[in-house]
């Protein structure tokens, strides 16, 4: 498997997969988006601060991550960045989540990243215990503030220090 810097043609895998997670109801978007939705997403972010990072194999993509800035324009918030990742279903439970995360952490202190957090629904347990694994911690929950189905679920935030 090789993890890289992602390209504009690999955005209609990428939504592919963003997709599944929707359809699976393991993201707080629920409505599916297409490769045009998310150019703007895609463009906002570079290799050099905010990168999205692919695993492939045999030039599949089978899942990505990608860094967004927290509360863009605060320049005191600059070292903190959110991590999401999003694995294609056919593919879990084969360590892809983790290689990418790996590589996530690795360049970090190269990105000047000190601190690193994801936002996920407490009902995503997969995600927490890969988090977990990693040394990430919960930060903060945020009770009932999603509702997917009539159903309110938490979000929770886990942490890690570069």
């Known amino acids: 498997m090789n993890i890289r810097f992602a390209k504009r043609q690999d955005l209609p895998h990428l939504v592919e997969i963003y997709n599944q997670a929707i359809a699976a109801k393991s993201t707080a978007t629920l409505e599916l988006v297409d490769p045009e939705d ?12 905010h990168p999205i990072l692919v695993a492939e194999f045999e030039t599949k993509i089978l899942g990505y991550l990608y860094l967004s800035p927290y509360r863009a324009g605060r320049s005191a918030l600059e070292q903190t960045v ?4 999003f694995v294609d279903f056919n593919h879990h439970h084969k360590g ?8 996530c952490l690795e ?3 190269d990105l000047g990243i000190k601190s690193l957090f994801a936002i996920l629904l407490d009902t995503n347990e997969a995600s927490i215990n890969l988090l977990k694994k990693h040394g990430f911690e919960q930060w903060a929950f945020l009770p009932d503030v999603a509702e997917i189905d009539g159903v309110e679920v938490s979000q929770v935030y886990f942490g890690r220090k570069i």
């Open 96 to 103: 892809i989540g983790s290689s990418l995360l790996e590589a």
């Open 82 to 85: 959110e991590v999401s990742y």
């Open 38 to 49: 998310r150019e703007s997403w895609f463009d906002g972010h570079n290799k050099d601060k």
């Open 107 to 109: 360049k970090c202190p």
